[in-house]
C-alpha cells in the first residue's frame, strides 16, 4: 500500500508553510488594554498581572506612543476614580479618569484609536454595574434606571475624544440607550463595540484586581451569561446587532472559541475576542516558572482565537505579540 495522499509534502519547509498558512495574525488585529489611575508619575504593577501596571495619565501617554510605534493601531482605557459612590460618578463626570486620559491620548497619539470601557462597577462603592435596590446585597441590578447612567456615560466619554465606545455591563437594551445618546449628543458616527456575548467567569479574578472592581457582595450572574448557554450568546448578539452595535465582543475567549465561531457565522459585523485577565495570568505564570515557551504558546493561543473566527483581539499580550511579529 503506497500513500497517495502525502500531506506532510506541504509542511517541509519553512517558507512553504509560511505560504499555505491558513490563519495568520498580525500587529492590526491587536487592541491594548490600559488601567488609568489618578496621580502623576504612577506606575504600579498589578500583582496578579506581572507585566501590567495601573498608570497616571502621563504614563498612559507614555504607553500609548509606545504602542503606537509598535505597529498596534488601538487601546481600550479603563479607570480606577478615587472615589466611588452609588451613582458611579467618576464614570460620566467631565473630568473622570478615563475622559482625562482619552484627552491626553488623543492629543498625544491623534492615529491611535482609543476605545472607551463603558461600565460602572469600577465606579460604584459595591462594585456592580448600575444601581441596586436600597439594602440589596445580592447584586441585582436594576436595569432600566442604569441605562441612564451609561447613556450619560457614553456621551462623556465621546466628548473627551474616544474613538469608540464599548459597553461592558450586560445590561438589556443598553447598545439602544447608549445609540440614542449619542446621536442626540451629535456623535452619530460614533461606532459601538458592545460587550454582546459576556459570560459571568471565574477568568476574571486578576482583572478586578487591576480595575479594583470586585463586587463587595453577591455576584453578576443575574446579569452576566451562564457559561454553559451558547444558543443564549446568539441571542444576544441579534439584540444588538438591532439595536444599533456595529462591532461585537466575545468574553472570555480561550474558553469559549466555539462562541467566538458561533458568533462569526451569524453575523456580518468585525468579531472581537477579549483574552482575558485569567487567561493572560496563566500563561504568565507558567512561563515564569519555565513551564512553557512563552512566545509559542501566546502565539498559537492568538492565532487560535483568529482561526475561531475574530477580526479583533484584545490583549495584555499585544506589546509581546508585537515584538514577536516583527522578530519574524
Known amino acids: 500500500m503506497f500513500p497517495k495522499h502525502r500531506p506532510r509534502r506541504l509542511r517541509s519547509h519553512p517558507q512553504l508553510r509560511r505560504m499555505v498558512q491558513e490563519t495568520v495574525v498580525t500587529t492590526s488585529d491587536l487592541i491594548y488594554p490600559l488601567f488609568a489611575v489618578p496621580g502623576e508619575s504612577v506606575s504600579q504593577e498589578v500583582t496578579s498581572m506581572p507585566g501590567v501596571y495601573q498608570l497616571s495619565v502621563d504614563k498612559i501617554v507614555e504607553e500609548a506612543k509606545e504602542v503606537y510605534d509598535l505597529g498596534i493601531p488601538s487601546i481600550i482605557l479603563f479607570g480606577i476614580p478615587d472615589d466611588k459612590d452609588s451613582e458611579a460618578t467618576g464614570a460620566w463626570h ?128 443575574t446579569y452576566q451569561m451562564d457559561p454553559a448557554n451558547s444558543r443564549e450568546a446568539i441571542k444576544e448578539i441579534e439584540l444588538d446587532l438591532h439595536e444599533g452595535a456595529d462591532m461585537l465582543m466575545v468574553k472570555p475567549a480561550l474558553a469559549y472559541m466555539d462562541i467566538i465561531w458561533q458568533v462569526k457565522q451569524a453575523c456580518n459585523v468585525p468579531v472581537a475576542a477579549y483574552n482575558v485577565s485569567g487567561e493572560y495570568s496563566m500563561v504568565k505564570a507558567a512561563a515564569l516558572n519555565g513551564w512553557v515557551d512563552e512566545e509559542r504558546v501566546v502565539m498559537e493561543t492568538l492565532t487560535s482565537f483568529k482561526r475561531a473566527g475574530a477580526d479583533l483581539i484584545l490583549t495584555y499580550h499585544a506589546k509581546d505579540a508585537a515584538r514577536w511579529l516583527e522578530s519574524q
Open 94 to 221: 467631565d473630568h473622570g479618569i478615563v475622559q482625562k486620559a482619552s484627552a491626553a491620548v488623543k492629543e498625544a497619539v491623534p492615529d491611535l484609536v482609543v476605545i472607551v470601557d463603558t461600565c460602572l462597577c469600577e465606579y460604584t462603592q459595591h462594585g456592580h454595574c448600575g444601581y441596586l435596590e436600597t439594602g440589596d446585597l445580592t447584586g441585582r441590578v436594576l436595569n432600566d434606571p442604569t441605562l441612564e447612567l451609561l447613556k450619560k456615560t457614553a456621551v462623556s466619554q465621546a466628548k473627551a475624544g474616544a474613538d469608540i465606545i464599548a459597553p461592558s455591563g450586560m445590561m438589556d437594551g443598553f447598545v439602544q440607550a447608549i445609540r440614542e445618546g449619542l446621536d442626540t449628543s451629535g456623535f452619530e458616527d460614533l461606532p459601538i463595540l458592545s460587550y454582546a456575548a459576556k459570560y459571568s467567569s471565574a477568568y476574571y479574578g486578576p482583572f478586578r484586581d487591576a480595575a479594583d472592581s470586585a463586587p463587595q457582595f453577591g455576584d453578576r450572574r
